[in-house]
């Protein structure tokens, strides 16, 4: 049975760097698709900067041309936080309990998981794909992964995908794109070029839409 990836995020704006992650992924771990969920109310950062209507709209712009990816608002249609425990759920209620499902998570996310909400259920739902950069170590002796998040890698860690549908830590290395939502962000505030940074399609929505061009809050 092929997997499905699953990437979270508030997207705010998506950028290439989402998409070659999510294409690399998809690649190296036979995913039959990658669903983008953006975050409703995400909760454990500010407020996205854009409205909901348009993060949607970029993301959508952004994969039309990929028969893998998919738009999934399962977030929207629930009120609260989005917390991923129960966007995984939903998705295990939709898809059943043997079809394998893979979190995306960047290394960075992934070191700092143990704040999420039932973080340690999130094993019992899904696989964790963590992606990293060339030359990025990545292992028990982490100087940031907490004793927590320790003794989970270690029982967990895999260097090949299991037979199960869920429960295993696998690392896979990807291309080098040190592009941030942030500072394409800043970058647009100031009046400065994000081209070749972000999908064209979206490129050109968020400069129709004159997004992200005044300060956070009107500050």
Partial sequence: MQAIGIFGGTFDPVHLGHLRMAEELAEGL??????FLPAARPPHRAEPRSAAEHRIAMVKLAIADNARFRLDLREFDRPGPSYMVDTL???RTELGAAMPLYLLLGADAFL?????HRWQTLFELAHIA?????GFTLDADHTQMSPALRDAWQSRYRKTPSDGAAGDILLREITALDISASNIRTRLRHGHSTRYLLPE?????IHSH????KEPHGT
């Fill in 30 to 35: 036979a995913l039959a698709e990658v669903r």
């Fill in 89 to 91: 759920t939903s998705l």
């Fill in 112 to 116: 700092g998981i143990p704040s999420w």
């Fill in 130 to 134: 963590v992606a990293h950069r060339p």
């Fill in 201 to 205: 399609a979206t490129y050109h929505y």
């Fill in 210 to 213: 004159h997004l992200y061009e």
